[in-house]
């Protein structure tokens, strides 16, 4: 009795103190499962780089690259086993953008990647018709939270629109290929429904996805209707009007600029994005301020690419009645780069034929360059970087500098170039930016190294021997064994 009378009150010590070490045990395992919440949240910092692999099967594939958002024309972008590269890395801080396709039988693709993205691209061969197949390009992000749907998005679909007909191409005559808008448009709710019930897509992609799809049939009825000059119902077309949350898509700005012309300039087949500017600011329209900002910076764009001689007027224009910080940043940032550019590249004031490099600030005259490296076999690449067989070539460059030792035969790179930015992307890709002899000549036309060698298109090669005599005025390009055969027979 008297043992149990002294073990209930011990019973109950106990008891307390092994709810207490319960307590403090909950609480521990609370804090280090809510550390290790946060270690696992904790994303990895991505590399200032894009990385884009082909697989190693495919010969060649081309696709055009956009690293920046006021490049006019692309960067061109060549992997394969034939192209002898099957992998590049970009440097790049921004969004960068590829993109290609085959307009005539309505085949397009874009993609959008993002710094520290790694790509890879292999090709699917897709019959359009029974006797023609183009290479749609599949896309694998091995390392970003978007799904294989989201990126292949534009190949499912396009495979849609082949089987049930929405796009039917003729066998012979491009004139007679058919394109159903509307059942386009229904055929991409219906893969957007079908991808978000398995889970394929994320709720931001499929509702982003959707409006895109009723901005472009909507903006395609806007076009048809003016320029087959007939009467359309606005409102039947279901898009609001001075829509804030739309006004950053670039797909709702191709609608409001496609309605301006319908309104407006029902009659005039082409008008200038100078003549839209000035009617925009002058005329009352169907659009409200904010709304009317983000089209006169749109027409501003174009101006800027291809009514360049206006742009400094309609620049100022601008800034007379922009009142948003964002277009006013945008643009000084723009100007201040062209500044910039035209300084490193005054087609004006330097020296006619001048050449320098991105290594240091030297400026020689071709002949320079030649004395610099006499004794060698010199070959001169004249090169530029929106020249698609010249970028084609460069792997072939690289490997002749592999192939033969430098004290035997110098390479010299010469870009025509006369968009400074251009050319120094241009390099930066084909890594040769960090190369002396990776040359941007000034005011091209006029040098004598122009008219002396009469090169009038390129790539255009000259071969010089060790004395610095010219050896060939027009050698063979380096992918051609031949070049090599004329070296061996040179060194």
Known sequence: MADTIICKPMKNILLVVLLLLFC??????????????????????????????????????????????????????????????????????????????????????????????????????????????????????????????????????????????????????????????????????????????????SDIFYSTNAINQKLKLATYKVRKAKNQNIDLDIESLDIKLNEEEFFENKQYVSFLRALISYKYFKEDKRVKNSVLFDFVVEQETFLNESAKEVLLDSYLKSIFFIEKSKFDKYLTKFHSINENDKFKNKWNSVVNKQRENSKKLNTTDRTIGILTNLVNDNKLTFEQVLSKHKGKIILVDFWASWCAPCRQEMPYLKDLKQKFNETEIKIIEISIDKDYSAWERASKLEKISKEEDSYIISNWEKSNLYKNYKIKTIPRYLLFGKDGKIINENAPRPSEKELVDLIMASV
């Open 24 to 201: 403090s045990c909950l609480e521990k395992k609370t804090e280090n499962s809510t550390e290790t919440s946060i270690v696992r949240e904790k994303k990895t910092e991505r590399k200032n780089e894009v990385v884009i692999s082909i697989n190693d099967t495919i010969n060649s594939f081309f696709t055009n690259l956009y690293l920046d958002k006021m490049q006019h024309k692309p960067d061109m972008l060549f992997l394969g086993k034939e192209e002898k590269r099957t992998s590049v890395t970009i440097p790049t801080q921004n969004t960068i953008k590829i993109n290609g396709g085959v307009p005539w039988i309505s085949f397009f693709y874009e993609l959008y990647l993002e710094k520290g993205d790694s790509l890879l691209i292999e090709i699917q061969r897709v019959n359009v018709n029974q006797s023609k197949q183009i290479e749609h390009p599949i896309f694998t992000l091995t390392n970003s939270d978007r799904t294989w749907s989201e990126t292949n998005f534009g190949f499912l679909l396009y495979k849609d629109n082949l089987e049930n007909k929405a796009i039917v191409i003729d066998e012979n005559k491009i004139q007679n290929n058919k394109y159903d808008s509307e059942k386009i448009y229904r055929n991409s709710i219906k893969l957007l429904d079908s991808l978000k019930s398995t889970n394929s897509i």
